[in-house]
């Protein structure tokens, strides 16, 4: 039996269980089996990793994909030049470390870069990265491969150039591209949504969610309401995992 998995401390939103097992049915993968396995802490990791015979593949989700580094043998270049990771690779007893959300994270902004192309102009549209956690490090390097300008906004100002309550119309106004990589909104908690002045989105700026469940969330629906051009998380979740799934076949 060949087993895979998903690590997180709370794993009741996820889709990744059920995707997985549907790719492995259409492929007649009899022998291949994924299941969410909630770490109370990531120091459980190791042990889970001995307890569970055939496991060769892992993705990561919140709150792990930075603290699981120190957990593992060795990262593959993008996941170091990211810092986080979201995928594991097990091999022989050796853990190895890939950020899957970057591939995933590109397969749904350059189709919107490329909706509001303007080849009369050079400028790049700026952007909003809201949150600073393991996924907002995929975007931002994304976001500098394609030399798109950013802001990061975080509860903590030494870990990004704005705090929430710095967030006004004027910086909204400002970047046309605003990307949700917290998981506010996310279940069951689907009423909330991160704090920014929605008033000032227009239709000219394009909302970003990483959450896919629910598929349309309140950041959403209010972006939406603004006549704004609304992206949510599930194509990137499809991506990552496809992604992921090319690593563990290696």
């Known amino acids: 039996m060949q087993r895979y998995g998903l690590i997180g401390s709370a794993l009741s939103h996820s889709s990744s269980g059920a995707y997985f097992s549907r790719?492995?049915?259409?492929?007649?993968?009899?022998?291949?089996?994924?299941?969410?396995?909630?770490?109370?802490?990531?120091?459980?990791?190791?042990a889970l990793i001995a307890r569970t015979p055939g496991l060769r593949g892992l993705n990561v989700t919140i709150p792990y994909k930075q603290s699981v580094i120190p957990f593992l043998d060795g990262l593959d270049p993008e996941a170091a030049a990211i810092g986080a990771v979201n995928t594991v690779s097990i091999r022989n007893g050796t853990?190895?470390?890939h950020n899957t959300d970057a591939h995933g994270f590109r397969s749904i902004l350059l189709p919107a870069l490329e909706s509001i192309?303007?080849?009369?102009?050079?400028?790049?549209?700026?952007?909003?990265?809201?949150?600073?956690?393991?996924?907002?490090?995929?975007?931002?390097?994304?976001?500098?491969?394609?030399?798109?300008?950013?802001?990061?906004?975080?509860?903590?100002?030494?870990?990004?150039?704005l705090s929430w309550d710095m967030l006004d119309p004027a910086v909204v106004g400002a970047c046309r591209f605003i990307i949700n990589t917290t998981p506010l909104g996310m279940f069951p908690e689907v009423d909330r949504a991160p704090p920014l002045p929605y008033a000032a989105l227009t239709p000219r700026h394009v909302l970003i969610d990483l959450v896919y469940n629910p598929e349309r969330t309140v950041f959403l629906e209010r972006g939406a309401e603004q006549?704004?051009?609304?992206?949510?998380?599930?194509?990137?979740?499809?991506?990552?995992?496809?992604?992921?799934?090319?690593i563990w076949q290696q």
């Open 23 to 46: 790719k492995f049915a259409c492929e007649g993968l009899n022998d291949h089996r994924y299941d969410l396995f909630e770490l109370p802490t990531i120091a459980d990791l190791p």
């Open 117 to 161: 192309r303007d080849p009369a102009s050079a400028i790049k549209p700026r952007a909003v990265v809201l949150g600073s956690g393991g996924a907002s490090r995929a975007v931002a390097f994304v976001l500098r491969e394609l030399r798109i300008p950013f802001v990061l906004v975080s509860r903590d100002r030494a870990r990004g150039d």
């Open 227 to 246: 006549g704004a051009q609304t992206i949510g998380g599930l194509g990137m979740l499809h991506a990552q995992a496809e992604a992921a799934w090319a």
């Open 95 to 97: 853990c190895t470390g």
